[in-house]
């Protein structure tokens, strides 16, 4: 059979720490894994260095490091995002991680809500408001100075559309990302995002196979129409129990003839309960019958 890499999402082990992330995917035998920041930062400020982090994944790869959010952001918020981008892309490419996750805003779902109900809202509220011409060609030049930065690092970014977001759906961000006309500018395909943006079988197959940089596989309760989504509401669910045509989609991925790594992510509470060693020993054998 042929080697189908596949990496270990930090989601699956519930809320431990980098520690167990690591020891979970190395004991399942997957291939990479996907740490996120907050996890990077805890390890680090407990006094240990990135040389222990690199020790600690021995030849274990890192497909990404999870994330940077917001990334349309304008003014003086671009500025600190761009300086918030040189910090991780340096932590990234100090462990060896092949890349960063890059999401579209605003991150929280309720300043979408506020926004379309004609309420105040005190925190990020994105480029709602204007034209979603104008909110697409901002978003292209920050991935570009993004992408730009990125390349410094000898890093790839990876570019995940919240499908609450204005920019929500992988048919917006497959020709955005393309218009960045960047090498390391790439998308992971999300199946719980694309699946509430209403994203088709027929779409997925034609995402060019090199703007894929990795897959998502991950199920999902329906949308209430009218309602914006609620990822923690929606996703909380066990595979295999939503609504996500999820062998149908892996299909369609693979007529593309991707060949980069899969993933499994989950926001179900009662995964996140599980033995993280004997849960990551499900995930990779439940990916690889798969896939």
Known sequence: ????????????IGRANLRTLFQAAKSAGFDYVEPTKIQLQYFL????????????????KISAV?????CERQGYEYVAMMKEAEKLFTL???????????????????????????IPYGGY?????????????????????????AAQFGLIIY?????????????????????????????VFDFFHAYIAGVTTDFIKTIPRELILGVHIRDSLDLEKGKVPVEAELGNVRMWKGSVPVRE?????????????????????EEAEEDPMVFAKEIREMLRGLI
């Open 1 to 12: 059979m042929k080697n189908i890499p596949i990496s270990l999402h930090n989601s699956n």
């Open 45 to 60: 400020e407990a006094g240990y260095s990135v040389e222990d982090v690199k020790a600690m994944a021995g030849d274990l």
């Open 66 to 70: 999870s994330w940077l959010d917001n």
């Open 92 to 118: 990234s490419s100090q462990i060896g991680a092949e890349a960063v996750e890059i999401l579209s805003g605003p991150l929280d779902y309720r300043a979408v809500e506020a926004f379309q109900k004609g």
């Open 125 to 149: 509220m994105g480029l709602q408001g204007l034209a979603l011409e104008e909110q697409t060609a901002l978003t292209i030049k920050n991935l570009r100075s993004l992408a730009d930065l």
């Open 159 to 187: 570019f995940e559309p919240l499908c609450w977001a204005p920019i929500g759906s992988p048919v917006q961000s497959v020709p955005l990302c393309q218009q960045v006309e960047r090498e390391n500018m790439k998308i």
């Open 249 to 269: 989609w892996v299909e369609a991925v693979k007529a593309t003839g991707f060949d980069g790594w899969w993933a499994y992510e989950t926001f179900s509470k």
